[in-house]
């Protein structure tokens, strides 16, 4: 594990002792503790841990810490993850028409600026396919009908099961997924509505935006669950607008939104700084990284 | 009107030569035009306008200018309003136990940084009295029931109606105002809504934006209508906020929002920047004021 | 002119009457006024006028237009120009090694999105000549040091106007131009620096922000003038950072602060938006477009 | 120590295991960590961190606590502070003419949205006085000239330390303080100044942001330093602004942001979240405050 920074995410029922408890564990074990951030919902008397360590100090091996970890953690009664940063994840990014989020991936992914191997592009258009040529991903095109729905979203599941996809980006993919294709990833795929919610659920936002004449326009990252527009949500953000715009320039001036929240909930998702409670997601900031 | 900044506001069907017709006839007449403001709204074809003029230039009374704008306008079709600057726009507040925006408005009416006079403080109990009191106010506790709530309708209506109010300000009000009260002051009752509408209209919003866990929070200054929280929008604003926030610390934080966005809306309508139209309020922004 | 946008942008003393006139004169001619902006600086006494025109009313020539126009102007002491919307201008951008700039500007241009043909990307340096050739745009390498900085600007200028560009955009090039360079193309050179102007000029502006420990970080996008980073603004932004930011995270997260402020800029730009006055720019807000 | 909030404050050399080491500090005094902050600044290989306690499960004293953490305190070189939340503490407040940040303070600090007892305001004009009696503060009018500075001082710093003042607040307070009057009050001085920092140090900031034709105007919250306006910065934000802006419109739209900028710094202080290292303010965020 030297020279690796592994992110431990935890969450129990709250409890005296908890942060000694677990960075003494850590230390024990040989690990400098680079951060630990916690969160205490007091509502629901739960706890949340994020703690970053250093392995360059133990010779300890995955198995090894993670069956001393299990010691720790079930009498505690932990739900726990470990990612130990040794491989990158694997991402696919699904598109229909709109061009401003893909770009922005792609950009990022490849400038280094978002740590994962984006694996394929798959939409259900051929409208796109120049832009991941572009970049030289793999363009996938699936189209879909209401007839064909379940057998369009099967080839999609073969194709992100068969290249190991660890996280799929709905960057502006304007179909409604089934209840069994979002449950085959849970919190694995995470989705930009343009607008900001629980505001604008649903089609047209920005036409929307205009005829309540609001003065403010938006974008909303967030998990995907059953419940349309409804999942966890990790990032959000709003801009200004006036009376002077039409759902057209809305459109334009969200697009900007809507890259800028897609991109840090994406980065949050790969860096491990989230753990999902209920219908809420815990989104610790960087700490030093 | 010498000295006076007198402001038009001008509604009308989109057509050829709005612009010179109507600045023409201001030029005519010997005004000084400090601003001309226009919006066209291109989908309804409506033309909108907003003309600040400077009467040192001119000895035409109120009269005659309104007697020939008016054969000006009455071919163009023109929904028009003019005010002349020459005295101070009578205030009511309306509050009920929050005292946040109630401070702001009378400080800043006191400081001279809202134009006009804040001639008394209405409310459903007796809590804020003390605040009125402190800024010389005069402050009326009119408690309300289900079973009183007509009753007490009317003797808020009498007392506004004897103080010849212009404009109503529901500073955390919590009650819903009937029909009749609501249309007795059309576009003359602004209410803040503790959320950035359309989200978490009704109660609770703080308490509805933790259980969403939305990572933003807002405030939106409108006038009431008969649509509960549906009213034309003239202010929003919104913060960013973490998981970290209770619906206790999220209401600390929404205070500061409500209190500018409401100030600012306030400032808005005393300054004669608003046309509404439909159920979009046109918001033209100060113009070197 | 038919089916064009017509744009003149006005600069004048103040004095009665301006804005009838002027609309007035373009009544007559035939145009239809899509919009009239005015900007009146009271403190030096001097009025900005931007006017878009459609001309589907009338036959009018560029050359009688602007004969007829020349006789309101003169005694009036307009500085104005007019553009006819009916060629895209000419961009050249320049950059060193930061990519993130050129990235979304080629974006942009290639989806629409900035009105413009993007004739070359110069470089002192050929790292980012692969992202040039993915979008299709001559990319020139043209090294620089501090003994041929002469000669290389002489080939950067003979590239630019044998091109006929329109517009330089600085995209983080991290050269110092001469003023002969700098007056060769005055009011056409947009630079991007990346802090809140007029703090932290220079070199290495986030290295400074960390150490002076501010809270918030920003870029600035300016016309270049001999003056290192003292040009007039045309668009600035910041995003709150916290202590937890070292040097390299705030580069990072200021990086996508650049983008949005120079992309905004350059657009105001193409879009006939901006008028100079001494050390300021007068950026109008779109106007339905 | 029954029922209170015992918050610590700790600076120390990085080194392993410290987190560990402090937090078993506490479980085993029978403390329960209520949140635990840390900040590492690898830079300079700095350790920070922010802990507190709830002291319900101990019987320990204060002096006990204090002793034993000493024990740990002294080999791992820490500089640290301790707070126990079992006294408000004693604010004074410098104006001159400007009113809306005194306002804004002692309306919070009366609400209970401050947690302080403000004890007096100082000034050296007497037009503020009234403010002060509607919430009935003392006011000491204490006018200074050149030649009169170091005497007024002495009074200033009389009234200060036999009132056991424990934080001064420089609420638009216009005099430049002596080297002896600062050196006195380490860290315990706040100063507003009214532009986003280091941009437009000394006076007239409005002014100058006009004439440089910025875009945007900010506040900035600091420990008073002997170098004016060079102190460690606890809280900044900025408003966007445009050409139309004249230096007073500025002012006005300054005071906005002066208030909550202020506002926010002085909680931040009084809630025991700054650690201030050289010319850096580490704020360590609320948590579930």
Not at 75 to 82: G, K, R
Not at 198 to 224: N, S
Not at 235 to 251: A, F, I
């Amino acid at each position: 594990m030297k020279s690796q920074v592994v992110t431990f995410l935890i969450k129990c029922p709250d409890q005296k002792g908890l942060v000694a408890k677990i960075t003494n564990f850590f230390f024990e074990k040989g690990f400098n503790i680079l951060s630990c951030q916690q969160y205490v919902n007091s509502i629901e008397d739960t706890y949340f841990m994020r703690v970053r360590l250093n392995a360059d100090g133990t010779n300890i091996t995955k198995t090894e810490l993670e069956n001393s970890f299990l010691e720790l953690a079930q009498p505690l009664q932990f739900s726990w993850s470990v990612n130990y940063g040794d491989k990158k994840q694997n991402v696919a990014i699904m598109v229909s028409h709109t061009s401003h989020n893909l770009y922005d991936l792609l950009e990022r992914s490849k400038e280094g600026r978002l740590n994962c191997n984006v694996k394929m592009v798959i939409s259900n258009h051929d409208k796109l396919r120049n832009i991941a040529e572009m970049f030289g991903i793999p363009f996938y095109y699936l189209p879909v009908t209401k007839e064909t729905k379940l057998a369009q979203e099967s080839q999609v599941i073969e194709l992100l099961d068969s290249n190991e996809i660890d996280l799929v980006i709905m960057a502006r993919y304007m179909q409604i997924l089934s209840s069994y294709f979002i449950n085959h990833y849970p919190e694995r795929i995470i989705n930009i509505h343009h607008s900001f919610l629980p505001a604008f659920q649903g089609a047209d936002p920005y036409k929307k935006a205009y005829e309540r004449g609001v003065k403010l326009i938006g974008a909303t990252a967030h998990y995907a669950t059953e419940d349309l527009d409804e999942g966890p949500i990790i990032e959000q953000d709003v801009k200004p607008v006036t009376h002077e715009s039409t759902p057209t320039t809305l459109k334009r001036i969200g697009a900007d939104i809507e890259k800028l929240v897609l991109a840090r909930a994406v980065k949050c998702h790969l860096n491990h700084q989230i753990i999902v409670s209920g219908n809420r997601a815990i989104v610790f900031p960087e700490a030093g990284e």
